[in-house]
């Protein structure tokens, strides 16, 4: 981690902070004034800078005007005197983080540099997915169509809006926009809006002021303010809750918006993209998407094919994830025989692209050989691509290594990459009595009926946690606990599976050795 860079001509404040930082084993670098830190600045960057306002020669406002010019993500603090509500001003209108009023308590000191720090590493963490996010791999004549206009959205600043199945890659796409746009060195931000709680949703997106709510104890700036000048990617929009709706339609209209508690209108000067893999269409005619909102987004509209409409792509895509995974695990990467691509290339994959990364990573940990073939791939790949295997005590050891293919069922909204895992019962057929055994949809849709009859509020949350928590626990089972492997099969991140553990009281979890 850099250091924090302290910039004061007052020697005994920059004393005072450099003692109280090293307490919490925090780095720093010390300048009695700016023209010294603009200077540094040409050869190394702090991870948090901490300057006053008013210092012999350059001031810390022109100091904050530099460091913005040249590293937008990078967390001023302003020191200020107590009185100076101009100066203040002015330090967040050039973008300071936050300011320090003089005279300050240095324990709320290093606390406000600790939030800084822990925004500055978060923006690093983005920054550095991106850097590290591949161009988009396609051979298919539908893959170039999505490059052809990519190349002609490429001088062009307009919202666009990404539709495809989950698991297709539309981030990618997202990310490939922004790389390729005049806003490229200024910040790609990335939010999925069906993984926020929809209570914290709003100021996540917009930001909140101190004491808005219960916990807010202190300013803090939201997605919009983070992608100043540079590109929002929203991925799931069709599940932003409805009166969110409405607020993310003013900042398109006009431009503008409020923190959560804030009654100063801030200018958003934000590229838009926006993604999803529902039929926005149809949620506008269920009144569960607005109209106007929907047409604000749809301006440009590119339409991601899936896996199944590029199969010429997947030995390709195969190769790449197979090589991927071999680097990051340090062996050497594993080949498949062509009887073994071929069949490969014949699945439908209702994952996609995210469903055969998924794949590559268990070839490259559980295959035996460095040749890989047919049999070596995952039981329910090979014996149970027309029906989803059922979870017998005789299967149950396939089933912890499986991907399950499921030709027969969509897949559904909340889900990632459309993989789901073997239902304890059939999708269809008889039990061991001859008796006729009813499809989990069939009993979903049952129950939901009762739930509905007698009036229960909140249905699809209900039975959506109730979901979630059965898949959850049923990877974990399988994985003996390990929540990291569990996230790998059920197709979703890590932080997601950690946060959804949490918020549904998942007991048995550990993390990976």
Not at 20 to 46: G, K, M, W
Not at 460 to 471: I, K, N, P, V
Request: net charge negative.
């Amino acid at each position: 981690m850099k250091p924090i860079w302290i910039v004061d001509d007052d020697e005994s404040i920059r004393w005072v902070l450099e003692k109280a930082l090293a307490r919490e084993n925090l780095a720093t670098r010390s300048f009695s004034n700016a023209r010294e830190a603009i200077d540094a600045l040409q050869n190394s960057t702090p991870q948090v800078l901490v300057s006053d306002i008013r210092m012999p020669g350059e001031s810390g406002l022109e100091l904050l005007q530099a460091v913005k010019a040249k590293h937008p993500g990078l967390p001023v603090i302003i020191i200020t005197a107590f009185s100076d509500l101009d100066s203040a001003v002015a330090a967040f209108q050039g973008g300071a983080f936050e300011y320090l009023a003089k005279p300050f308590d240095v324990d709320k000191a290093v606390e406000l540099i600790r939030r800084a720090l822990d925004e500055s590493l978060r923006e690093a963490d983005v920054e550095q997915v991106s850097a590290e996010t591949p161009e988009i791999l396609g051979q298919a004549p539908a893959m170039q169509d999505v490059f052809r206009a990519i190349g002609r959205l490429s001088q062009s600043n307009v919202t666009v809006l990404i539709t495809g199945e989950s698991g297709s890659g539309k981030e990618l796409v997202a990310r490939a926009l922004h790389k390729h746009s005049p806003r490229a060195t200024q910040p790609y931000i990335a939010l999925n809006t069906a993984a926020i709680p929809k209570d914290l949703l709003e100021s996540e997106l917009f930001g909140h002021e101190r004491g808005a709510f219960t916990g807010a104890q202190a300013t803090r700036r939201g997605r919009f303010e983070q992608a100043e000048n540079g590109t929002l990617f929203l991925d799931e929009i069709g599940d932003m809750p409805f009166d969110l709706q409405t607020r993310l339609l003013r900042v398109l209209s006009d431009g503008h918006f409020y923190r959560v508690g804030g009654h100063q209108p801030l200018k958003a000067n934000v590229r838009v993209i926006a993604a999803t893999h529902q039929n926005l269409e149809h949620r506008v005619r269920e009144g569960l998407f607005r109209e106007d909102l929907y047409h604000r987004l749809n301006v440009i509209r590119l339409r991601l094919p899936s896996l199944r409409e590029r199969r010429e792509d997947i030995p390709l895509l195969t190769r790449h994830f197979l090589a991927q995974s071999a680097k990051q695990l340090g062996v050497e990467a594993k080949r498949m025989s062509d009887a073994a691509m071929q069949f490969l290339s014949s699945l439908d994959l209702p994952g996609n692209v995210r469903q055969l990364e998924n794949l590559c990573n268990w070839i490259t940990v559980m295959a035996p050989g460095q040749t890989v073939e047919v049999k070596d791939l995952p039981q329910d790949l090979t014996h149970g691509k027309e029906s989803m295997p059922s979870m017998s005590a005789s299967s149950g050891a396939a089933q912890a290594t499986s991907f399950s293919a499921m030709p027969e069922a969509p897949p559904m909204a909340g889900t990632a990459g459309g993989l789901l895992p073997a239902s304890p019962v059939p999708a269809s057929g008889m039990n061991g009595s001859g008796e006729h055994k009813p499809s989990w949809i069939s009993l979903l849709e049952s129950e939901a009926a009762q739930l509905l009859s007698a009036g229960q509020p909140e249905v699809m949350d209900a039975l959506g946690r109730q979901f979630e928590s059965a898949l959850i626990k049923t990877a974990l089972k399988h994985t003996h606990g390990r929540k990291n492997d569990a996230a790998v099969r059920l197709g979703i991140g890590r932080n997601t599976i950690t946060r959804k553990i949490h918020e549904l009281g998942i007991d048995g979890a550990s993390d990976d050795a």
